[in-house]
């Protein structure tokens, strides 16, 4: 049984920032990538970050230099860091984990919105 809850979301102002977590429920060596994706009304969903299970990352040019992944596999948890956060930033943020040969597995969402 594989389970991803995230949580962090909120409500912040432009130029805010947020920590978004993830938590599996099944060790995190079983996933060969974990990452987060957003979809915002009438938009499809987007990869913004992912992190393999040997460290290496990859960010949606829109977030780099802003948002930063991370992981702390004793808790099987992995975070997003989002600075400087943007309007366009607004939508729900899924966790994904990647685990191979069984498929990818999706969180509930957690809503992020930013305004003025």
């Known amino acids: 049984q594989v389970q991803l809850v995230e949580s962090g979301g909120g409500a912040v102002q432009p130029g805010g920032s947020l920590r978004l977590s993830c938590a599996a429920s099944?060790?995190?060596?079983?996933?060969?990538?974990m990452g987060w994706y957003r979809q915002a009304p009438g938009k499809q969903r987007e990869l913004v970050a992912s992190?393999?299970?040997?460290?290496?990352?990859n960010y949606a040019e829109s977030v780099k230099g802003r948002f930063t992944i991370s992981k702390d596999s004793g808790k099987n948890t992995i975070y997003l860091q989002m600075n400087n956060l943007k309007v366009e930033d607004t939508a729900v943020y899924y966790c994904?984990?990647?685990?191979?040969?069984?498929?990818?597995?999706w969180g509930q969402g957690t809503q992020v919105t930013v305004s003025s």
């Open positions: 099944v060790t995190m060596l079983s996933f060969v990538r």
């Open positions: 994904n984990g990647d685990q191979r040969p069984m498929g990818d597995y």
């Open positions: 992190i393999s299970n040997g460290g290496s990352t």
